[in-house]
Every structure is written in structure tokens, then in C-alpha cells.
């Protein structure tokens, strides 16, 4: 069966500190796809990554960076000079098989993240 | 850049009745969803449908709930009798295979039940 662990439930940072939220994921298949959204207050669900179990390759993009690391089951988000702006919940989820079905997402529990001014 | 409504935002309604709740997917895609977030909680999934039936659905999703793709476009999930605990943001989200963002499930903004 799937599951995703986000064993952090809240960080608190000042502005300007970098953080970095923890994702620990099981499946049994060896395609899957993990993914990350970011959740502010007004409850919508924002996308910003996707990643399939077949690349490794880390990814940066602005503030943002993810750690995809088969050996240890994780899948981990950075984010560099945090901004008040980023305070959100932010939920890790996995998506079993090829991708070419109705495959669902399992998400974590979210952190939540508060960067204080 | 297309994007899945939903409606209404928010809905207020008594134990026992009947609630639709109503999704507009992106046109082109195949594959529909229903997810719930009780308040503070983590995202659930509810029902995966394609080809105008159920693909997959989780145990939550017992014989209250039903969804229907009624007339093409919309995408709707149907409460019979309300409880308490089917309190919660329900998003809706679709997909498709192709295209420039293939297998990533756009999300609705979600509408939050109320059951009083």
C-alpha cells in the first residue's frame, strides 16, 4: 500500500532562513510519481513539482529546490530565504503506477510552514 | 492557462439533506476526481472516474455519495443524506495523458460543506 509520512506538522522561521520540509514515502511499485503542493490560507491547492521514481536528478527552481533520494525513500523540499509569503501548508504526495490510468494521489499530513516577519 | 471551477465556494446545509456539488474539469481531459480535506486534516481521496464510470473509489466513498458526468462538462458529486462529519473542502480535480503538463491533476478551488 502507499503512504507518505511528513513527520514535521508545523515550522515556525524568520524571514530569510532556509527550511526544508521532510517527505518520507512507501510503495511497492517502482513507478511512481511524487509531487508537492503548497496549500496557503485561502485553501486552494497550488502545484509545484512533480517528479517521476525514474529521475533522481534534483531540481531548483528560484527558492525552491527537492531532494529525490530512492535509497532513503524521501523526497524533500527546500526553501532558500524564506519569505512571509511562503506561510502555507505545504503537502508531499504519490501517485502508483504509469501514469497512463486514473491513478490516485495519497498526500501526507502537511506542514504547516509560518515564516515570521 | 484553463483551469477546473467549482460551485458553489461554500455551501451551508442541514443533517440529512441532499447536497450536489458541482465541477467544471478542463475540457480536454479524461479522468475526473473527487478529494475531501476535513479541516486541518490531510487531502482524501474520494472517487476516480473515466469513461463516464467509477475507476476506483475509497472506502469513504459509501452508498451516500454518488458522482455523475451528466452532460459532458460538468463533473458533479451527489451527498444523499448529510452528516456531520461530511463536513469538509471538497476539490475536484481531472487530467489527461497528453499535452504539456500530461498525468498532473489540476485541482478546483474546492467548495467547503457546512453541515449543520
Known amino acids: 500500500a502507499q503512504k507518505v509520512t511528513q513527520a514535521q506538522t508545523e515550522i515556525s522561521v524568520v524571514e530569510k532562513e532556509d527550511v526544508t520540509l521532510d517527505c518520507v514515502y512507501e510503495t511497492r511499485d517502482t513507478t511512481y510519481y511524487l509531487f508537492w503542493y503548497k496549500q496557503p490560507p485561502s485553501g486552494e491547492l497550488v502545484f509545484l513539482i512533480r517528479r517521476n521514481s525514474f529521475d533522481e536528478q534534483n531540481e531548483i527552481s528560484g527558492r525552491y529546490s527537492w531532494n529525490f533520494q530512492k535509497s532513503t525513500s524521501s523526497f524533500n523540499f527546500t526553501i532558500t530565504a524564506s519569505q512571509v509569503v511562503d506561510s502555507a501548508v505545504y503537502f508531499c504526495a504519490l501517485s502508483e503506477g504509469t501514469q497512463g490510468g486514473s491513478e490516485k494521489l495519497v498526500f501526507g499530513k502537511g506542514t504547516k510552514l509560518t515564516v515570521n516577519p | 492557462e484553463p483551469e477546473v471551477t467549482q460551485t458553489p465556494s461554500h455551501q451551508v446545509t442541514q443533517m440529512g439533506q441532499e447536497v450536489i456539488l458541482r465541477c467544471v474539469p478542463i475540457?480536454?481531459?479524461?479522468?475526473f476526481y473527487w478529494y475531501r480535506q476535513i479541516l486541518g486534516q490531510k487531502v482524501e481521496f474520494l472517487v476516480s472516474?473515466?469513461?463516464?464510470?467509477?475507476?476506483?473509489k475509497s472506502e469513504i466513498f459509501d452508498d451516500q455519495f454518488s458522482v455523475e458526468r451528466p452532460d459532458g462538462s460538468n463533473f458533479t458529486l451527489k451527498i444523499r443524506s448529510t452528516k456531520l462529519e461530511d463536513s469538509a473542502m471538497y476539490f475536484c480535480?481531472?487530467?489527461?495523458?497528453?499535452?504539456?503538463?500530461?498525468?498532473?491533476?489540476?485541482f478546483g478551488p474546492g467548495t467547503r460543506l457546512t453541515v449543520l
Open positions: 480535480a481531472s487530467k489527461t495523458f497528453a499535452g504539456p503538463r500530461p498525468n498532473e491533476q489540476f
Open positions: 475540457s480536454n481531459h479524461l479522468y
Open positions: 472516474f473515466y469513461n463516464n464510470e467509477i475507476s476506483e
